[in-house]
């Protein structure tokens, strides 16, 4: 059998595309948690109250998606400034990955 190495770029080409559409194409779910923030997931997300925690929780067999907020308590706020804010949030999700066994997929920057 005799192979065109330029047609077999195409059919490799192509077989990557077709695996890896439905993660482009997916349709992503949105739910607003407050007047100013929405988030998505690829799935719809259950909204989880437990201990003190709002969780938006989602799961569609490959990934766990998972947002929790919690009220930060008067005397831990004051301590969190423009400063260090980012530094606040790194060591949060740090510390989720490390308690779950997680990984992070996508994190988007703070403005």
Not at 43 to 67: C, K, N, P, R, W
Not at 68 to 85: C, F, K, M, V, W
Request: negative net charge; glycine residues 8%.
């Amino acid at each position: 059998m005799i192979v065109n190495k330029e047609s077999m770029k195409i059919k490799l080409c192509i077989l990557f595309f077709i695996l890896w559409q439905p993660s482009f194409c997916q349709d992503w779910v949105s739910t607003r948690i407050t007047p100013e923030t929405t988030i998505e997931f690829p799935v719809e997300s259950e909204l989880i109250l437990e201990q003190g925690d709002t969780i938006y929780f989602g799961t569609d067999g490959h990934a766990d998606y998972m947002v929790s907020l919690r009220e930060i308590s008067n005397g831990y706020a004051e301590q969190i400034t423009p400063d260090n804010i980012i530094e606040f949030y790194e060591g949060t999700i740090g510390g989720m990955l490390r308690a779950g066994d997680g990984k992070l997929i996508a994190k988007e920057e703070i403005e």
